[in-house]
């Protein structure tokens, strides 16, 4: 499985990026998906997690109204659009994957933890200058 993040790059206060992730050896037909990021001398956030079954998506409240995670199954690719960015947005953006069973559960209870993910990309880093 491999996971490889792009699109990352340095962009002005209330501009827009979107990411891409793409996927080979994983597919998105069950489980779940997430983009998380880290931050230096923080610890790493859930940003974005979509479980794929039903598409049912979390946002953490530090995102909600300006990030949107998709998929495109064709391509087998999960991107993150961001917008309206803010310099507390600036981090290494990571996209991580699981099939486990009831993965796609744990979007729907409101987590979006790291910790449950076995599959991840090598992340991209956004820079957000004010």
């Known amino acids: 499985v491999q996971l490889v993040e792009s699109g990352g790059g340095l962009v002005q206060a209330g501009g827009s990026l979107r990411l891409s992730c793409k996927a080979s050896?994983?597919?998105?037909?069950?489980?779940?998906i997430g983009w998380f990021r880290q931050a230096p001398g923080k610890e790493r956030e859930g940003v974005a997690c979509?479980?794929?079954?039903?598409?049912?998506?979390y946002y953490a409240e530090t995102v909600k109204g300006r990030f949107t995670i998709s998929t495109d199954t064709a391509k087998n690719t999960v991107y993150l659009e961001l917008n309206t960015l803010k310099p507390e947005d600036s981090a290494v953006y990571y996209c991580?994957?699981?099939?486990?069973?009831?993965?796609?559960?744990?979007?729907?209870?409101?987590?979006?933890?790291?910790?449950?993910?076995?599959?991840w990309g090598q992340g991209t880093l956004v820079t957000v200058s004010s």
């Open positions: 991580a994957g699981d099939d486990s069973p009831g993965i796609g559960r744990t979007v729907h209870a409101g987590f979006c933890i790291g910790e449950y993910y076995d599959y």
């Open positions: 050896g994983f597919t998105f037909d069950e489980g779940a």
């Open positions: 979509l479980s794929t079954t039903d598409g049912h998506a």
